[in-house]
């Protein structure tokens, strides 16, 4: 099992930047890839960003190219999205993710896929003021 707990979430204006990050423990050397969700109310959960655990590759959703970062600190078993030029549909709950070696390597490109993942964070809510 792995444990994953978000946090730097809050309130921020429109343009500013916030910088979530999650904290894994547990079996962490069964990881292979981390990513971030979100959702907000009303609205089906979607992918922002994936980071492969061993090698850091990066896959940014559409929505959030040019303005999010992922980056992981393999060492901290930490991962982060570094959020800037922030807008009010960036409002949601931000979910930290991860997948198991046990579930194999992505096929396609479902690591957008939130049924990809085997573990999830409880979330952390980000609010964005105009």
């Known amino acids: 099992q792995v444990q994953l707990i978000e946090s730097g979430g809050g309130l921020e204006q429109t343009g500013g930047s916030l910088r979530l990050s999650c904290a894994a423990s547990?079996?962490?050397?069964?990881?292979?890839?981390m990513g971030w969700f979100r959702q907000a109310p009303g609205k089906e959960r979607e992918f922002l960003a994936m980071?492969?655990?061993?090698?850091?590759?990066?896959y940014l959703g559409d929505s959030v190219k040019g303005r999010f970062t992922i980056s992981r600190d393999y060492d901290k078993n930490s991962l982060y999205l570094q959020m800037n030029s922030l807008k009010p549909e960036d409002t949601a709950v931000y979910y930290c993710?991860?997948?198991?070696?046990?579930?194999?390597?992505?096929?396609?490109?479902?690591?957008?896929?939130?049924?990809?993942?085997?573990?999830w964070g409880q979330g952390t809510q980000v609010t964005v003021s105009s």
């Open positions: 993710v991860a997948r198991s070696s046990s579930s194999g390597s992505f096929s396609g490109n479902n690591w957008s896929v939130a049924s990809s993942y085997d573990y």
């Open positions: 547990g079996r962490t050397s069964s990881m292979i890839a």
């Open positions: 980071i492969t655990w061993i090698r850091g590759t990066a």
